[in-house]
């Protein structure tokens, strides 16, 4: 591959598996691949894999995945068998889409939701009602399953043995499915036991040799000396390489470097953002572009120059408007009907364009330091661009107020985070 050690490493890190019959299975640039060691034929099993899309069991020997990353074409789940290589679908009901959300104790969790409740927000992210969650083994066989009426599940965390579902409740008004937060709720996971009845352990010795340790089952009398053999040695006169094509690019969206390394790879510029912040590091594109630094902002920034579309009364659509017509000198031909800003803005500015949703507003002033605005909600309606900062406060054009004003960092600071810290801007 035409990349660094350490970008290999990572991925191979995610994923690698040999099974007794000789296929090497991995995933690289969002692919799972099965490759044949003895025959050295390629094959690739699964496309479009996120980083949150599949799940790995290696005590179990099986691997997961949904056959897409758009919750509206998600329909079924796919587990392979690694040693008998055998596959396996659940399938969502006509009109429901599915989710992998994780695994606790080897054992898969995942939802169900309709298709026609699924909808993007204003940062262009899925929201995805799940009416069901269910828990199942490797064999389909549904262990739990949970579901009220009325409440919907928008994520779960998991951790140790308990599911933690974020959920939200649904009121009827005027004739449409509106949905309020509602408190969360959690499922307590009754732990499969695994017989392990030889495992091997590790040491490091001073003289930096590893010894390995057998640990065999109590009461276990051994009846003869175990045997053991060596390798030969052995000449490969065959070139043993396998190359893949249009592999330079990066894995994820976004790759995070810190302290001369690859610390991991993201879908979403925000997540990558937030890590680079925690380790003092970079954010590079798919390219290989710095998009984000630590400590690269200016103290003070203003942007001139930029027109506000005070014409348009839908704040959000005003500001799209307004971010589109700076950065491409004049106003881009919008067709058809968006769910959210964001497709909007994506279908001016295509791949540049950034969802910056969860990063705080010190890390997308960034942004406006390379005089790019940033398009903020200030609430669940509305929106302001972010166009200038100083040492106390931000300058934002409100396209609800329709005018131009500062706004107290600390005051600022709490309006977005109230509105969940929504941003979005783009890169050159």
């Keep these: 591959m035409n990349v660094t050690y350490q970008i290999l490493k990572e991925q191979l890190d995610e994923f690698s598996y040999v099974n007794q019959r000789g296929t090497f299975y991995f995933t690289i640039n969002s692919k799972i691949y099965a490759y044949n060691l003895t025959t050295k034929q390629l094959e690739i099993i699964a496309s479009d894999i996120g980083e949150n899309n599949f799940i790995v069991s290696k005590e179990l020997h099986y691997i997961a995945w949904q056959n897409s990353n758009l919750p509206k074409q998600a329909t079924q789940i796919k587990i392979l068998d690694l040693e008998t290589e055998e596959e396996k679908v659940i399938e969502a009901k006509a009109g429901d889409n599915i989710n992998l959300l994780g695994q ?8 169900f939701a309709k298709i026609d409740h699924i909808i993007s927000t204003v940062d262009g992210n899925p929201f995805v009602p799940m009416y069901k969650i269910e828990i199942a083994n490797s064999d389909l066989a549904i ?3 949970y579901s009220k009426k009325d409440y919907y599940i928008t994520d779960v965390i998991i951790e140790n043995n308990v599911i933690t579902l974020n959920r939200v409740r649904a009121i009827a008004s ?3 499915l509106e949905y309020e937060t509602a408190s969360t709720d959690n499922i307590l996971n ?5 017989n392990t009845e030889i495992e091997v352990s590790k040491r490091i010795m001073e003289e930096t040799l590893t010894e390995y340790y057998i640990s065999l089952p109590a009461g276990f009398i051994m009846e003869e000396i175990p045997r053991y053999s060596e390798t030969e040695n052995t000449v490969i006169l065959k070139d043993t390489t396998l190359r893949l094509e249009n592999s330079d690019q990066l894995p994820g969206q976004y790759a995070v470097y810190a302290f ?9 510029p925000g997540e990558a953002i937030k890590q680079a912040d925690t380790y003092v590091g970079v954010v590079l594109n798919r390219e290989q572009q710095v998009i984000w630094e630590r400590g690269a902002k200016s103290s003070t920034s203003l942007i001139t120059g930029i027109a506000g579309d005070y014409e348009e009364n839908n704040s959000v659509i005003a500001g799209s408007r307004t971010l589109i017509k700076y950065r491409n000198g004049s106003m881009y031909s919008l067709n058809g009907n968006h769910d959210s800003a964001y497709e909007l803005l994506a279908q001016s500015i295509g791949d ?5 949703t969860g990063c705080t507003l010190d890390e997308v002033l960034y942004y406006v330091s390379k005089k790019r605005p940033v398009l903020a909600m200030k609430d669940q309606n509305d929106a302001v661009l972010i166009i200038g900062y100083d040492l106390y406060n931000i300058t934002v054009m409100d396209l609800e107020l329709k005018r131009t004003m500062k706004i107290g960092l600390n005051d600022s600071m709490e309006m977005f985070q109230n509105a969940g810290n929504i941003f979005i801007s783009y890169t050159e």
Excluded at 260 to 268: H, I, N, Q, R
Aim: net charge negative; charged share 30%; glycine share 12%.
């Design 190 to 194: 009754k732990a499969e036991a695994i």
């Design 260 to 268: 001369g390394e690859v610390k991991g790879f993201y879908d979403e």
């Design 143 to 145: 262990l739990k399953d």
């Design 352 to 356: 540049d364009l950034l969802n910056l």
């Design 174 to 176: 005027n004739g449409n």
């Design 104 to 111: 606790i104790d080897n054992n898969m969790v995942y939802g």
